[in-house]
């Protein structure tokens, strides 16, 4: 799986080819260590007092963790796949604003919380068939945006 940076730069992360073992990166923005499990595509994604893009790529998207503290954290899905049994992704965002460029042809269930915050999902037709992001989490003190492209 490949994530892209805002600025250009990429992390790629590889794995064992028997998919049994997680594959190991160090965010070159801190040294905290990042885990991700090949056999669910998982991605975590985090922004504290920063300003973020974030590109995913995915052959098989199936369960990811958002959070946003005090920050703006901007997630592109348009070149990820999504597994057509269903994908999650959690919401924590506070203080903050997260948004969400997610593929039109997603069917999108939205059961995020907000307490004193917003979300600002633009008109979208849910489409007859395809694969299906399950968002839950909560929003307090600042706003989910989901656009569809």
Do not use: W
């Given at each position: 799986?490949?994530?892209?940076?805002?600025?250009?730069?990429?992390?790629?992360?590889?794995?064992?080819?028997?998919?049994?073992?997680?594959?190991?990166?160090?965010?070159?923005?801190?040294?905290?260590?990042r885990q991700y499990d090949a056999r669910q595509d998982?991605?975590?994604?985090?922004?504290?007092?920063?300003?973020?893009?974030?590109?995913?790529?995915?052959?098989?998207?199936?369960?990811?963790?958002?959070?946003?503290?005090?920050?703006?954290?901007?997630?592109?899905?348009?070149q990820a796949k999504f597994n057509p049994n269903?994908?999650?992704?959690?919401?924590?965002?506070?203080?903050?604003?997260?948004?969400?460029?997610?593929?039109?042809?997603?069917?999108?269930?939205?059961?995020?919380?907000?307490?004193?915050?917003?979300?600002?999902?633009?008109?979208?037709?849910?489409?007859?068939?395809?694969?299906?992001?399950?968002?839950?989490?909560?929003?307090?003190?600042?706003?989910?945006?989901?656009?569809?492209?």
């Amino acid at each position: 799986m490949n994530v892209e940076n805002g600025d250009g730069s990429k992390q790629n992360f590889t794995f064992s080819s028997d998919g049994t073992k997680e594959g190991t990166n160090f965010n070159k923005d801190s040294n905290r260590e990042r885990q991700y499990d090949a056999r669910q595509d998982f991605i975590r994604m985090e922004a504290t007092f920063t300003d973020r893009t974030r590109y995913v790529r995915s052959e098989n998207f199936t369960d990811g963790s958002v959070e946003c503290n005090f920050a703006s954290l901007r997630v592109y899905f348009d070149q990820a796949k999504f597994n057509p049994n269903g994908s999650h992704l959690n919401i924590d965002c506070n203080f903050g604003q997260i948004v969400l460029y997610i593929p039109h042809t997603v069917n999108v269930i939205n059961n995020v919380t907000t307490t004193l915050g917003g979300i600002s999902d633009s008109t979208h037709h849910m489409p007859q068939s395809g694969p299906t992001l399950t968002l839950n989490g909560d929003v307090s003190f600042g706003n989910l945006k989901i656009y569809y492209i």
